[in-house]
């Protein structure tokens, strides 16, 4: 009981200043990529001390809390409160199955850093949460009674219900070789043999990364938002507080598909010599693995914001056939490469690890450039037929 | 207009190669052009830390100045030039009769509202006699509305502020002209 309760608030406070953070990270990546530096003026309150920016966050913070909370008279009220606190709330209860680090060895036994240990059907609760989330986007569009924002939330629920599709057809693949849905199971897969999946399904982890860009509306998939068609969507009438929650929400989801990339496809905690693979550990291990995680989590997410600024954002119907021809696919075709790997090479991936991440990869590689050539990305601006179009 | 309509010159779009449908060798040629730019050199100039460099003070528009000729006078000879050319109607000129002999006006208020202006240089380009003209100081502030109308005294104050600095443009580009030499910049 109340070693759940210190590892809540544990949790709470270190995730909820990360996403402080990686606000004040993506405002200088963004700034470094466009040849700025980025805010780094406010540091220490009441000193002249800058420290790179670092005291922003806390002046973002205050300066959020102390705004007036507004809410505009033609808004539907009660969904319009609810909206911000269901997409936060979901976002954060996601955390309590993913774990945070492996184990901290005591005197009896030891300590899982997860919130709820030995959870059977993790991955099951993470999509479930990750679908409440639509709701705080489709309430939220439809409460605050404003076209754009309308146009957001059903935007963000016909792209949230389409790429649900291949991140799930990604995970299968990893469900089927773990033969488990819990994430420290896939973990301790991964480990046993240091194969991390990304290089046993590469399919599966180019369609999951995908797809768990597109589930946190990262660009190019924010459509949700889009700044410039829909002057921020959904949440074009919120500010103070429940603004903060949308935004927290976000970067919180971001977070969700680093830490699930990080742990299905890249390992989790473990890396190469550094960090063992059993249970049997020392504290410095735990603490090692723990350090390990963290940096795969902060190298996925600027991975997220350098992504950001080197794509541009997808039209609608571009997004939808990435979704529906090609990822879907991907994603089947990946599924029955790992099944088929399962069921007659089962014992490939510790015996010849290096002959089935060359085989995946062509695999990988031919699928993709046949898919490319059967459905090609590309707009489609062909010239309409003469006298199709309305004069 | 009629999408048949012989002026419509339709363009079609390029074929994408093979490389374009992947789609992959894109996404990797766009993340070198942003990787690059993480850690080239930066433009943001740290304003208080560190001053603006003025590329070419000649064509800069920054605070006005009112020159003065080689005996010390105003140059202006209250011809309504600028005044007139003034879109934000900044210029205020009241001219009277000059008490010297090579001209007949001379300013006896010249006052410009540096709050109106807009430093579009139009009452440079308007000037005759080359009297009033545009520095490179850029950071004008005051605390006061009263104190940012310019009069005589403070515009010719400016130029002899300014005036070992960034000599007079006429001068410049007579010179610069004899020299054959494009004027150089850096004199701010």
């Given at each position: 009981?109340?070693?759940?309760l210190?590892?809540?608030?544990?949790?709470?406070f270190?995730?909820?200043?990360?996403?402080?953070?990686?606000?004040?990270?993506?405002?200088?990546?963004?700034?470094?990529?466009?040849?700025?530096k980025?805010?780094?003026?406010?540091?220490?309150?009441?000193?002249?001390?800058?420290?790179?920016?670092?005291?922003?966050?806390?002046?973002?913070?205050?300066?959020?809390?102390?705004?007036?909370?507004?809410?505009?008279?033609?808004?539907?009220?009660?969904?319009?409160?609810?909206?911000?606190?269901?997409?936060?709330?979901?976002?954060?209860?996601?955390?309590?199955?993913?774990?945070?680090?492996?184990?901290?060895?005591?005197?009896?036994?030891?300590?899982?850093?997860?919130?709820?240990?030995g959870?059977?059907?993790?991955?099951?609760?993470?999509?479930?949460?990750?679908?409440?989330?639509?709701?705080?986007?489709?309430?939220?569009?439809?409460a605050?009674?404003?076209?754009?924002?309308?146009?957001?939330?059903?935007?963000?629920?016909?792209?949230?219900?389409?790429?649900?599709?291949?991140?799930?057809?990604?995970?299968?693949?990893?469900?089927?070789?773990?033969?488990?849905?819990?994430?420290?199971?896939?973990?301790?897969?991964?480990?046993?043999?240091?194969?991390w999946?990304?290089?046993?399904?590469?399919?599966?982890?180019?369609?999951?990364?995908?797809?768990?860009t597109?589930?946190?509306?990262?660009?190019?998939?924010?459509?949700?938002?889009a700044?410039?068609?829909?002057?921020?969507?959904?949440?074009?009438?919120y500010?103070?507080?429940?603004?903060?929650?949308?935004?927290?929400?976000?970067?919180?989801?971001?977070?969700t598909?680093?830490?699930?990339?990080?742990?299905?496809f890249?390992?989790?905690?473990?890396?190469?010599?550094?960090?063992?693979?059993?249970?049997?550990?020392?504290?410095?291990t735990?603490?090692?693995?723990?350090?390990?995680?963290?940096?795969?989590?902060?190298?996925?997410?600027?991975?997220?914001?350098?992504v950001?600024?080197?794509?541009?954002?997808?039209?609608?119907?571009?997004?939808?056939?990435?979704?529906?021809?090609?990822?879907?696919?991907?994603?089947?075709?990946?599924l029955?490469?790992?099944?088929?790997?399962?069921?007659?090479?089962n014992?490939?991936?510790?015996?010849?690890p290096?002959?089935v991440?060359?085989?995946?990869?062509?695999?990988?590689?031919?699928?993709?450039?046949?898919?490319?050539?059967?459905?090609?990305?590309?707009?489609?601006?062909e010239?309409?037929?003469?006298?199709?179009?309305?004069? | 207009?009629?999408?048949?309509?012989?002026?419509?010159?339709?363009?079609?779009?390029?074929?994408l190669?093979?490389?374009?449908?992947?789609?992959?060798?894109?996404?990797?040629?766009?993340?070198?052009?942003?990787?690059?730019?993480?850690?080239?050199?930066?433009?943001?100039?740290?304003?208080?830390?560190s001053?603006?460099?003025?590329?070419?003070?000649?064509?800069?528009?920054?605070?006005?100045?009112?020159?003065?000729?080689?005996?010390?006078?105003?140059?202006?000879?209250?011809?309504?030039?600028?005044?007139?050319?003034?879109?934000?109607?900044?210029?205020?000129?009241?001219?009277?009769?000059?008490?010297?002999?090579?001209?007949?006006?001379?300013?006896?208020?010249?006052?410009?509202?540096?709050?109106?202006?807009?430093?579009?240089?139009?009452?440079?380009?308007a000037?005759?006699?080359?009297?009033?003209?545009?520095?490179?100081?850029?950071?004008?502030?005051?605390?006061?509305?009263?104190?940012?109308?310019?009069?005589?005294?403070?515009?010719l104050?400016v130029f002899?502020?300014?005036?070992d600095?960034?000599?007079?443009?006429?001068?410049?580009?007579?010179?610069?002209?004899?020299?054959?030499?494009?004027?150089?910049?850096?004199?701010?």
């Amino acid at each position: 009981m109340w070693e759940a309760l210190i590892k809540i608030g544990l949790l709470i406070f270190v995730i909820m200043t990360a996403v402080a953070y990686f606000v004040l990270l993506e405002r200088k990546v963004a700034a470094w990529v466009q040849d700025r530096k980025g805010p780094n003026r406010v540091g220490l309150p009441l000193t002249k001390i800058r420290l790179f920016g670092m005291g922003q966050p806390l002046a973002d913070g205050v300066k959020m809390v102390l705004k007036e909370e507004y809410i505009p008279g033609h808004v539907d009220k009660a969904l319009y409160v609810l909206a911000p606190i269901s997409i936060l709330a979901s976002a954060l209860a996601t955390f309590a199955v993913i774990p945070f680090g492996s184990i901290w060895p005591t005197a009896d036994g030891y300590i899982d850093f997860v919130v709820a240990p030995g959870f059977d059907a993790g991955l099951i609760y993470v999509f479930a949460l990750s679908g409440i989330a639509v709701y705080g986007v489709i309430l939220g569009g439809w409460a605050s009674n404003n076209k754009y924002s309308f146009l957001g939330g059903l935007r963000s629920s016909a792209q949230l219900i389409a790429y649900e599709i291949p991140l799930s057809l990604g995970i299968l693949g990893i469900v089927l070789t773990a033969g488990s849905l819990r994430l420290d199971t896939v973990i301790a897969q991964q480990a046993e043999t240091g194969m991390w999946n990304a290089f046993v399904q590469p399919l599966g982890f180019v369609v999951f990364l995908v797809a768990a860009t597109a589930e946190a509306a990262r660009l190019p998939f924010d459509l949700p938002e889009a700044e410039q068609e829909l002057i921020g969507g959904f949440h074009t009438e919120y500010s103070g507080m429940k603004l903060v929650m949308y935004a927290s929400a976000e970067f919180l989801h971001m977070i969700t598909a680093a830490f699930l990339i990080v742990i299905l496809f890249l390992g989790g905690w473990h890396f190469w010599g550094i960090t063992g693979s059993g249970t049997e550990i020392t504290w410095v291990t735990a603490l090692l693995r723990v350090l390990v995680l963290f940096a795969k989590i902060c190298l996925v997410v600027f991975g997220f914001m350098m992504v950001r600024w080197t794509l541009p954002r997808f039209r609608f119907d571009q997004l939808m056939a990435l979704a529906w021809k090609v990822m879907l696919p991907l994603g089947m075709v990946n599924l029955v490469l790992v099944a088929a790997m399962v069921e007659y090479f089962n014992n490939a991936v510790a015996e010849k690890p290096l002959m089935v991440f060359l085989v995946m990869t062509g695999l990988m590689l031919v699928s993709i450039v046949v898919t490319a050539v059967l459905a090609p990305l590309g707009s489609r601006n062909e010239r309409s037929p003469v006298g199709d179009l309305p004069t | 207009m009629k999408p048949d309509d012989p002026d419509i010159l339709w363009v079609d779009e390029p074929k994408l190669g093979l490389a374009g449908k992947l789609y992959l060798p894109l996404i990797a040629q766009g993340l070198t052009t942003t990787t690059k730019h993480l850690f080239g050199k930066k433009v943001t100039v740290s304003y208080p830390d560190s001053e603006p460099e003025i590329a070419n003070p000649l064509i800069y528009r920054g605070v006005h100045r009112l020159n003065r000729d080689e005996q010390g006078r105003v140059k202006c000879v209250a011809c309504f030039l600028c005044a007139t050319a003034c879109p934000a109607h900044c210029i205020d000129i009241i001219g009277t009769e000059s008490p010297w002999e090579d001209r007949e006006k001379y300013p006896e208020s010249f006052t410009i509202d540096e709050l109106r202006c807009i430093y579009c240089g139009m009452c440079e380009e308007a000037c005759p006699v080359d009297a009033i003209e545009l520095t490179s100081l850029y950071n004008l502030t005051g605390r006061s509305r009263e104190e940012m109308v310019f009069d005589k005294e403070k515009l010719l104050s400016v130029f002899d502020q300014t005036k070992d600095a960034e000599p007079m443009k006429s001068q410049t580009v007579a010179n610069s002209l004899a020299d054959t030499t494009p004027p150089k910049g850096g004199a701010s």
